[in-house]
């Protein structure tokens, strides 16, 4: 076989973002969830400034997610990276709250695979830093109106009370977190680095997991499952997270545990073995996740040379 036919023969093995094999969707959630999850840890690590009712820091970091959905399959990015936080820092660290966390996971999946679908393009350095504001606002936004609500129905009086008694400065303090998170983890440790890295690794990252770097002719749609509109399917995420959040605030209000607090696991090291706990935390989650990827991508390799040339999905 010549050396073109060679080359070719490698392009065609690529698989594109609809054709994903089991250990490739695999690889992706594995990846997503080890930087997403490390980076949560690093976040928890970098101080933050109190003034007032206002924590001024890091919530996230939000260019990883970008990067990642913007270089590979949005969908599994969305689903891993969520999920990242919640094995990698919430239970790690022992403050995980059962079935009420889910509300966070769906409205974090949600941003992200909007996010991805907004870059056709990963060079586009304009299109990565929309993407970045546009991941925070989707979060925030649904996570403040959903806050909004628990007081307004009365079973959340103590977030009232935090704001002098007064709606009014109950929005404006919502607002204003948006506004701060959106500077900090949008633009500051969301837009700037992600214009940096995305263009870096494009073309660089997919090959090691045998997929093709996307092409902004052909890029993911904004579509949920079935090919549902992806605002049919946000709604819905934000009406079953309103509705997860509002029954465990209700059963917290009324002094009942239930549904809300089932698979809690909130040993909280931290406070057993102090702040130093918090580096082991992001060796272990660095260890394990990086540890699975490449456990599987040998697998992916072995399968791959199994079934030869053309006979991989």
């Not at 993407?131 to 628990?150: E, F, H, N, P, Y």
Request: glycine fraction near 12%; aromatic fraction near 10%.
């Amino acid at each position: 076989m010549s050396l073109p036919d060679t080359a070719n023969d490698f392009r065609g093995r690529l698989a594109g973002g609809d054709q994903l094999s089991a250990s490739q969707k695999l690889m992706i959630l594995v990846l997503s969830m080890t930087l997403y999850g490390v980076g949560d840890l690093v976040c928890q690590i970098v101080p933050t400034l109190e003034a007032g009712p206002f924590e001024i820091g890091v919530s996230y970091f939000a260019f990883i997610a970008v990067v990642l959905a913007a270089l590979l399959n949005p969908f599994w990015v969305a689903l891993g990276a969520p999920l990242g936080e919640l094995v990698f820092s919430d239970m790690l660290l022992g403050d995980f709250g059962g079935f009420s966390e889910l509300e966070g996971f769906l409205q974090t999946a949600l941003a992200i695979f909007v996010a991805g679908t907004i870059v056709k393009n990963p060079l586009n350095r304009k299109q990565l830093a929309i993407a970045s504001v546009v991941l925070v606002l989707v979060d925030k936004l649904t996570g403040g109106v959903v806050d909004i609500l628990k007081v307004v129905v009365g079973i959340d009086p103590e977030t009232l009370e935090d704001a002098d008694g007064l709606y009014s400065t109950l929005l404006f303090v919502e607002g204003a977190d948006i506004v701060i998170t959106v500077i900090f983890s949008g633009i500051l440790f969301g837009a700037l680095p992600a214009m940096w890295l995305a263009p870096r690794l494009y073309g660089k990252l997919e090959p090691i997991m045998g997929l093709r770097p996307r092409d902004p002719q052909n890029p993911p749609k904004m579509e949920g499952p079935a090919g549902v509109n992806i605002w049919i399917v946000g709604a819905l995420v934000f009406l079953v997270a309103g509705a997860i959040t509002m029954f465990a605030q209700w059963e917290e209000y009324v002094g009942r545990e239930g549904i809300g607090t089932l698979g809690a696991f909130e040993p909280d090291y931290l406070d057993q073995f102090g702040d130093f706990y918090l580096w082991l935390a992001v060796l272990i989650a660095a260890a394990v996740g990086f540890g699975a990827f490449i456990v599987i991508k040998v697998l992916h390799g072995k399968g791959s040379a199994t079934a030869g040339p053309g006979d991989e999905a």
